[in-house]
Structures are given as C-alpha cells and as structure tokens.
C-alpha cells in the first residue's frame, strides 16, 4: 500500500537518481531501504556514494539493502566502505549482507566470514526470547558461507 508521499512524489522505483538521493535521506526506514534498492545498478556516480552514505544509517534494513546493492555492484572501490561498516556493525541481518558484500568486492572470503561471526555477544531478541543470529535471521553460516562462495 502506497503512502502519502509516494503518492505526491512517487514510490522510490519510479524515482530518478535525486529523486532517490532525497528518499534515500529524509523518508521513513522502509522507504529508505526501498529507495536503497532502487539505486543498486544505477551508472550515475551519485547512486555509489548514496550507497556508501546509506552505510551509516541507522536504521538495519536500509544498511542492509545498501550493503547488498554494494556487492550487486561488485567494483574493489566500494570494500574499504564495506570493512569499515562490517567491523562497526553490531546487527545480524547487516553484519552478513556486510560480509557477503565485502568478499564480492574483492575482500577475502575466508576473513569476511570469520568478521561475519565474530563477535560472541551477537543474539537477537524475538518476540520469543534471545535467540542464535542464524535461527532468528534464516541466513545463518551455511547460507553465507554459500553466498561467498558464489
């Protein structure tokens, strides 16, 4: 369902590259996290740095969505952003699209995986209690141990 914005300025995949930029900065968490999809693929230069900028957000889901758009692009440039926001990163989801981002950019596969896992304090609460990374997020070692290796 549509909000009220997307309604006056459009949904994020209908947007050009300002148009995203500016969704990307002042919309609510999954709005930005949709506009940080939508740039994934985009040629403008502007579309990167967005990315990188989207790293810092502090909402999980739209680190993620840019840390995946990151290693969609795959180019060695975005993995100095990437290892900077895989070692701040204190979430599950992030922290493994971080890692899986990192390896496609050209950091080491074997490293990204043992930074992914790294901290042993990581649980996640649910609704049913503290629970491990991996059951809790569906994408536990073995899937990212898949997704690296791809």
Known sequence: MKTLRELILGSPETLDGPGLGRALRRGDAPLRARAARALVGRPEAEAAAALVEALRDPAPGVRKAAAMGLGQDGRA??????????????????RLALAAAWARCGGDAETALSLALAPAQLSVRTARGAREPESAAGFGPDNLTRELLR
């Not at 440039?77 to 992030?94: G, K, N």
């Open 77 to 94: 440039r975005h993995a100095p952003a990437l290892l900077d926001a895989l070692r701040r990163e204190r979430m599950v989801t992030p």
